[in-house]
């Protein structure tokens, strides 16, 4: 089942993780990798294909208030989209670092979608009103997680809300 779809959680932004094709990574590597990081994350609903390659998993991560749907997205629904993305990033660039990263792009025909949540927490209040976890949920855990699998699949983290490299 997708967070989307769990009344616990909302929706707060979604990030990619673009890379090559040949880097896509092993379903069971990456689980195990996430529970290195840190033991009380919640990983469950792993899908790989029948070779093993990680398709989609969901991860919480209760002391951070967090959630995160990771999905699989590649083929040409990526290059095209990626296409847009870079011209959206390369406007951003301040350094030829960053612009060589953005023309990197151009060669990654998969991407994660990491679509974040946040954990809704309901403070109990006299007056019926019911208050969102704003002031709990902490942004670590979805930036740890991003690096550790842009790690393993030598990715390139994009922030396409703010047109931004990680």
């Known amino acids: 089942m997708s967070l989307f ?6 929706w707060r932004e979604t990030f990619f993780i673009l890379f090559q ?3 896509r990574p092993d379903a069971a590597k990456v689980e195990t990798l996430l529970r290195e990081i840190d033991p009380r994350y919640r990983v469950s609903n792993v899908r790989a294909t029948d070779t093993g390659l990680l398709e989609s998993l969901t991860l919480e991560s ?17 290059t095209e989209q990626t296409t847009e993305l870079m011209a959206e990033l390369i406007q951003g660039a301040e350094t030829n670092e960053e612009k060589l990263q953005i023309e990197s792009l151009a060669t990654c025909r998969c991407r994660f979608d990491i679509y974040h949540f946040e954990q809704l927490v309901f403070v109990g209040r006299d007056d019926g009103a019911e ?11 979805v930036l740890t997680v ?4 842009a790690t393993v699949c030598n990715g390139i983290i994009v922030d396409p809300q703010a047109n931004t490299i990680i």
């Open 146 to 149: 991003m690096e550790k699998i």
């Open 62 to 78: 209760p002391d951070d208030y967090s959630a995160m749907d990771i999905s699989l997205v590649y083929g040409d629904e990526v």
């Open 21 to 23: 094709e040949e880097n």
């Open 131 to 141: 208050d969102g976890g704003d002031d709990f949920m902490d942004p670590g855990a």
């Open 5 to 10: 779809e769990n009344e616990e959680y909302q």
